[in-house]
């Protein structure tokens, strides 16, 4: 194992299964599976809807949404809980799947070096996960970009809908954390070059496409949201959609593989299907509905993820997921780790190797108010207490006993050195709460409005006192009022480090104000975005991005992914 | 089958055997085998490299290379008789592949709508070739813009290697045909959003990423090239590579799948290597070199094709890919057409309807010139004359006659119609110029320089008197000698309309001009490109798209490409 890159070491030496065997274990048929290699697949969702199903539809089918505190750069290990979680829950003999998002490049190039999760809790094949997998992100790239020159063009060659440049949409997607791309002039150079214009390019995971893909049921359901999406405003003030330009059917051409979702395998040999990756704090931040749909109907127990904390990922996935995707979680499981609860509690990030029970119990603020929003929505939170190797048994048991003081189900987890053995008592803690049978609701109802829901989510997830709209958001409200738009589910931009929209505030805060400056109708994916603080849809890149230690080595494999 | 597509209806009614059944044909072990799909897969060359071949090596090993007459807007239907050759030979009993390149979707959502062959002549499946295939491109696309992004992120970050960002060689790509991208203005908005500065996106065909991955020999060659790239210059006028950035490593993992050949087949059974696929008028317009290696080192008879006439592609082919390489091919086809003659003999497209024998005549002078630079090579032409439906015997009659009267080996082709059977004939006399024995030469030593070598591919291919550097190209002849670049081939950017850099001068121009306004150093490639004419690296959509016919029927197949 090299001590670089344990991850990658650890994941190139696991013999993986075969992916018909996975399949064959996940009850998909043969014929409705499409290989990539022979350890990763895609699931055809027309083969499989025209086959005979392998298992019966009566048995249970939970499933388990997994989330948790308020991300701090000591990290938390979500996505390896998730990971382990589901081969503990495959070790109790539960027919387990688990659903995931599929990492993005440009991250993966600039701080995260990848996204699979970790030490023996991890998908593989770890590399091409990271790297192109199965290509969804570039045909969702390109089936943008293609769509964003089809309106130029448009506008070019006479721009018969009337399309007013000022007023666009849609912007350009790459897989790249390019700052350099955020703010760009285009198309100048003459009359021969285009229509000089400001724009943007945003990362492929805040495009509206990648939400659509992740929200629609079926193909017909992505063409006709892709059809839906508004890509800009005539000189009138009137919305111009795909429709309009009569390219859904091309857009959707471009997509019509990026939708069935993919099949890998954990190391623990839970079949995993990861699919789709809008991120969470700038988009919904949960994998495909159509992944975690046929996981559910497949499995007795499936384990999903979403992005980042309570406030963002969770929220949104039981606000906008479930309702569209009629889902309801048994139980949700809420990701800690003393070293995020000892930074939330106050300790600088290079203090935290010394034990601090009393900044670890501080920052139980921050994990608590997670825990009382999962209740929020009828559910049932089971904190997994992710042990990192520097945590002493002091520190994890003052957790764990704040916890049972409250009456809130708690466990350790050591995925990341014991994979699904670390999970053994968090999956049995995961399967009493499936009996305890909450009763679960959306947190608003968007009939009431955007200002209203806005409102709900401020103050009963963060803690704020109010939302005030500023900038441009007042006149979109009125915009989105106009055209009928009104009645939406929300996806709050935010960021993710605290509760409110100024990443320093740690811990819980309250009383503070959201300040929202922008609202952005994402009418294909069926909801509006509300842009807050700084949140930007393009990243940066370090002064020292992972790209600098990554490479083949002499065999041709990968190096320097972790 | 559909009027409207023909070649999409043809190819979805085809029975296509499993790709292992193609692989087993083709002598190609299973472990070497990638499925992508059940009809199209890579070959892992690592795993061929360690495997026992199955074939022996003193066998014949025919290589022919298949050009065309200047191609007008008529068609002249290269890719197909290329497929319907190889189909010939197999149908005749010889061990055959095809080597091809794989389509770019900016073009296909432009204007062609496929390029997989026509007819009973294709590489199938033609969707997924044509759309995203294996994802070699997107691959391509994002190494590149993984690359310009770190260049511009190392000028942000302190630009410790004093890059000048007036100065930069590398662009942007994608896969689109999208005008606007032309001429841009990036890093605008202020200190924390990069350098401001001029820049323009290329179409991905166009970058010299794509001609590494088509001119290295394996993965380690690609590495060396990568690292070689000159991004750009600094304040000191010294190059900057990408090795100065230390970054080759991830841009070479971002195309270790990519680098493996594609193999598919033909509609006759034949295998298939599709891969790679730079521009012939901007880049040097070749399928990989590891895909016309593999293909001749496994079977008796390679065709392989190079794009547009024999003064770009097959020049290239001949000048470049073949000294890089160190192929020889065994013959030459020039493909013409009654049509494409009769433009060049003057008549409108409007009017190519009508039967002309003496237009079709007079326009032999531009077939002439292609058939007598194969010669140039010591090469043997045999030209297939491709039949359209409206062609009259007595023109093909009359195309034959001349031919005949001129010593040239001609056969009719009717590869569209019948597939291999209709060029049984056309095979036949291309197995009797293997006997011919030639003596392949290049055409021009790069160590005579480049002015040299630009005056011969002038004078000799091009028919020209001379060749005048103008614009930026003397100060970049005197730069590439200062940095001793001034002694690798030569790739021309060149109309292929005209064998002038006029579109408009058809026929067989002599006297003329050759302007060559820029030398761009493209080192990783090992090629400098002679820029001419308004020969532009990022073409533009036209009124009406092809995108525009295209979507996804009921049952969520293709439609509309062709």
Redo the contacts between chains.
Sequence with gaps: MSSENPDLAIAQAATLEPIETIAARAGIPAEAL?????TKAKVDL?ALAASTPTRSGDGEHRLVLVTAMSPTPAGEGKSTTTVGLADAFTLRGRRTMVALREPA?GPI?GIKGGATGGGYAQVVPMEDIN??FT?DF??I??AN??L???V??HI???NALGIDPRRLQIK?V????????????????GP????PREDGFDIVVASEIMAILCLARD?HDL?RRIAAMVVGFTYDREAVTVADL?????I???L??AINPNLVQTLGGTPALVHGGPFANIAHGCNSLTATALAQSLSEVTVTEAGFGSDLGAEKFLDITARFGRLTPDAVVVVATVRALKMHGGVARTELDREDVEAALAGTANLHRHVENIRGFGLEPVIALNRFPNDTDAELEAVLAWAGERGFRAARSEVWARGGEGALDLADQVAAAFEDGGAFRHLYDPCDGIEASLTTIATRIYGADRVELEGRAPAQLRMLARHGWDRLPVCVAKTQYSFSDDPTLLGAPSGHVLHVRDLVPKIGAGFVVALTGDIMTMP??P?E?A??R???DA??N???LF
Excluded: C, F, S, W
């Design positions: 499409i290989p990539y290699g022979r027309r490049l190039m790297l192109h290509g570039h045909a790239q390109i970009n293609t964003a020159a089809l130029d063009n070019q060659q006479g350009r790459v897989d790249v954390n390019d700052r350099a791309l955020r703010h760009v002039v285009i198309g100048l150079g021969l070059q285009g229509v193909i063409q009569r390219v859904e059917g091309a959707t051409l471009l019509k593989d940066g890149l002064r991005p790209a600098l990554m490479g083949v065999e041709g990968a190096v320097g």
